[in-house]
């Protein structure tokens, strides 16, 4: 069964004046649309084609013959957590057991927004950055390109932000910390990463 592109959480429009819906033309409708149909031409016919996509992310991490499978098969899962990682009443702070992991890692929702936001502005190239459970300490991770913290064991990621050019080129430009600010401030959906912190 093919794999399909997954509808957006809201309106294309619904993000703006943060990400507008021409953004979503492109990022959405073509670089994600993209990488869907180019994963299923690159399992058509092969042992990958009746898999999860979790688990063919997983069995191509380690690149070879694979590689082109598995960028496209995790650009596919990673955009997905993205467009889940953002949401039209989004910033604000967390609570509950997940306000108390950021203080407990942190120090202060400043102090991550901090950490997170030079993270992200420091990924060499295109790549992510990830909010992550990992042995019950929440971290700060960037992987570059199409990796994801989904392939480690143990690793739980919460939230993400694509700092691909794509991402913010339209809206931003250059100015990439101008976008993570937005993000952080505007964007970033707590409910999402509060119930991926609960997943057992």
């Known amino acids: 069964m093919p794999f399909t592109l997954p509808e957006l959480p809201f309106a294309k429009d619904a993000l703006e004046p943060h990400m507008s819906s021409r953004t979503f033309d492109f990022h959405y409708g073509k670089h994600h649309a993209g990488y869907v149909k180019k994963l299923n031409a690159g399992i058509d016919g092969t042992k990958f084609a009746d898999m999860a996509l979790i688990d063919i992310i997983r069995a ?76 019950g300490q929440l971290e700060i991770w960037t992987t570059s390109n199409a990796k994801t913290p989904i392939t480690e064991d143990g690793v739980k990621p919460l939230i993400t932000l694509d700092v691909w050019e794509h991402a913010y080129y339209l809206d931003y430009q250059n100015g990439r910390p101008d976008f993570i600010r937005a993000f952080l401030d505007h964007l970033i959906n707590w409910e999402f990463a509060a119930r991926n912190l609960a997943v057992e």
């Open 60 to 135: 191509t991490a380690k690149g070879g013959e694979n590689t082109g499978i598995f960028n496209n098969a995790a650009q596919t899962w990673n955009h997905t957590f993205f467009w889940n990682s953002m949401s039209p009443n989004g910033g604000g702070e967390p609570s509950g057991a997940l306000a108390d992991k950021i203080q407990a890692s942190f120090g202060s929702l400043d102090n991550f927004k901090d950490k997170f936001a030079d993270a992200a502005a420091s990924q060499f190239g295109s790549g992510w950055a990830w909010l992550v459970e990992n042995k």
